[in-house]
């Protein structure tokens, strides 16, 4: 009796050994799993939450060259020093900047207003482009005024209420100009004047139908895709807030 209950308690104790080096097996390959997890999750960049945006400013200008003026702008070659103490060597457009005028009639709904489009013809874009007026400030000239004069010249309408949105630099890899948009609404019509080089085909478009057309992938106009987003997001945010 006595060899047997030995051998039974040797049996158990070997059981609960297996079971035991089964368990820390299982756990051990759980937790390198989960190691293996979090490191495939994790970002070599640091994830900024709350972004604090830091400008910075110019760089210094070591030589420049003008190489190229025209009518609309003037090309020049500048040797820099950036701020970051490097010294390179760029090639930069310099422009007075532009007015964009996101003209809109809310006059048959609030909810789905128009707006003021043109079609015109781009030659370094090979196409027909639709678009939102816009125009380059004269020498001087306040962005305003020139959203105002731009619009009149272009459509006819005139605007009794303007709110200034946003800017953004349209292409900064090697353009200086800077974009101001506008929302033009309260339109009155007048009698288009735009210049001998420029023909528009104007027609008024539903908000839903441009942002449809967005989707689409046929509206490949820049100010006119940021001018039409950042307005609905805002009217958005506007309904978002009278829910509540």
């Known amino acids: 009796m006595a060899k047997k209950k030995k051998r039974a308690d040797k049996k158990n104790k070997a059981a609960d050994k297996n079971r035991a080096t089964g368990k820390s097996k299982a756990a051990d390959k759980k937790n390198k799993a989960a190691k293996k997890g979090q490191q495939k999750h994790q970002h070599a960049v640091e994830v900024v939450k709350k972004l604090k945006i830091r400008e910075g400013g110019p760089a210094k200008v070591l030589a420049s060259k003008e190489v190229f003026e025209g009518p609309l702008f003037r090309v020049f070659r500048d040797e820099i020093e950036e701020p970051t103490g490097k010294r390179v060597t760029r090639d930069v457009i310099r422009h007075n900047g532009s007015a964009v005028i996101l003209a ?3 006059a048959k ?25 816009a125009g380059k400030m004269e020498d001087g000239e ?5 959203a105002k004069r731009e619009l009149e010249e272009e459509t006819g ?16 890899g090697f353009l200086g100009e800077w974009m101001q948009v506008f929302l033009a609404e309260e339109l ?13 085909e104007l027609q008024f478009v539903p908000l839903s139908e441009l942002l449809r057309l967005i989707d689409e992938g046929k509206i490949r106009d820049g100010k006119t895709l940021i001018s039409v987003l950042y307005y609905a997001r805002m009217a958005g945010k506007k309904k978002g807030k009278k829910k509540k």
Do not use: N
Request: charged residues 30%; proline residues 8%.
């Open 142 to 146: 306040d962005h305003l005024e020139g």
């Open 109 to 133: 709904s609030k909810k789905d207003p128009l707006v003021l489009i043109e079609r015109q013809f781009r030659h370094a874009a090979q196409h027909y482009l639709y678009e939102v007026p």
């Open 188 to 200: 009155t019509p007048g009698q288009a004047r735009p210049a001998e080089d420029e023909t528009f």
């Open 104 to 106: 809109v009639d809310d």
């Open 157 to 172: 309408y005139r605007a009794k209420k303007w709110t200034k949105l946003l800017r953004y630099f349209a292409s900064p």
